[in-house]
C-alpha cells in the first residue's frame, strides 16, 4: 500500500503546454504539500494545504496553481511550461499543520523535462 | 531562510563515523532530518525540538543546539545503506509547517 503516491512518475513536454501532476495519500493526513527539487537536489516549497484550505504560498508563478479536491488529495497544474520548470516535484504528507510533531511523507516524485 | 549544511560531501569506508551539521540564522523550534538515495523520495530520519535534546535512529543519532541554532546528525559505524543525500529542514522559529531545507551533504560510504 503506497501511502503518499503521485502520477506521473515522468513527464515530458514541450514548452507552451500546459500539464498537470496528482497526488493522492492514504495515510489520513491534513496537510499536503507540493515541493520542488532542482537539479542541485535543492529542496524548496511551493505550496501547503491543510484540510483542502492553502496555507502556505510561496514566490511561485501564478502559472502553477494548485487543487486541493479533499484532503486526501493535491494536484498541480502547470499553464505555459518554461524550460526552467524543469525539475522533479515531490507531493508530501503530515499528520498536523505543526512542523514539531509531523515528519513529511514524500511520494516518489515526477520528474517533469521540458524542451 | 535557508539553512546551511557542511560538509557538502563526505566520504566512508563502511566502519566509520560521520558528523553533518546544519545552521541556520534564525531562532528554531525544531529540526528534521532527512536521507534521499539516488532516484528516490526523501525519507524522514528524525525530529528534534529545541531544548537541547538529542535522539537515536539506530546507529544514527542528532543533537539540536537552539542556541547556536545548529543541529548536528551524527552517523556512527556506518554501513553501506547509508549512502545518499542527507537534508536537514528547519521552521523558522514557526511551528506551523513551514520547512525550509538545507542544501543536502551527499554521504557516500563504500566497502
Known amino acids: 500500500d503506497t501511502a503518499v503516491s503521485q502520477t506521473p512518475k515522468y513527464l515530458v513536454t514541450q514548452m507552451g503546454n500546459d500539464k498537470s501532476i496528482k497526488c493522492e495519500q492514504n495515510?489520513?493526513?491534513?496537510?499536503m504539500y507540493w515541493y520542488k527539487q532542482d537539479s542541485k537536489k535543492f529542496l524548496k516549497i511551493m505550496f501547503s494545504y491543510n484540510n483542502k484550505e492553502l496555507i502556505i504560498n510561496e514566490t511561485v508563478p501564478n502559472r502553477f496553481s494548485p487543487k486541493s479536491p479533499d484532503k486526501a488529495h493535491l494536484n498541480l497544474h502547470i499553464n505555459s511550461l518554461e524550460l526552467g520548470d524543469s525539475a522533479v516535484y515531490f507531493c508530501?504528507?503530515?499528520?498536523?499543520?505543526?512542523?514539531?510533531?509531523?515528519?513529511?511523507?514524500f511520494g516518489n516524485g515526477t520528474r517533469l523535462t521540458v524542451t | 531562510q535557508q539553512p546551511v549544511q557542511s560538509p557538502q560531501a563526505v566520504i566512508l569506508r563502511e566502519g566509520e563515523d560521520a558528523v553533518i551539521n546544519c545552521s541556520s540564522s534564525?531562532?528554531?523550534?525544531?529540526v528534521h532530518w532527512y536521507r534521499q538515495k539516488h532516484g528516490e523520495a526523501p525519507v524522514f530520519l528524525m525530529i528534534l525540538l529545541k531544548g537541547g535534546e538529542q535522539k537515536g535512529h539506530e546507529k544514527i543519532s542528532a543533537s539540536f543546539n537552539e542556541k547556536k541554532q545548529q543541529s548536528s546528525l551524527y552517523l556512527t559505524a556506518s554501513q553501506l545503506s547509508y549512502s545518499g543525500t542527507y537534508f536537514c529542514g528547519t521552521d523558522g522559529g514557526t511551528s506551523y509547517g513551514k520547512l525550509t531545507f538545507g542544501q543536502g551533504t551527499i554521504l557516500t560510504v563504500h566497502p
Open positions: 495515510l489520513g493526513h491534513d496537510t
Open positions: 508530501a504528507s503530515s499528520r498536523t499543520i505543526t512542523s514539531y510533531n509531523s515528519p513529511l511523507h
Open positions: 534564525k531562532a528554531l523550534y525544531s
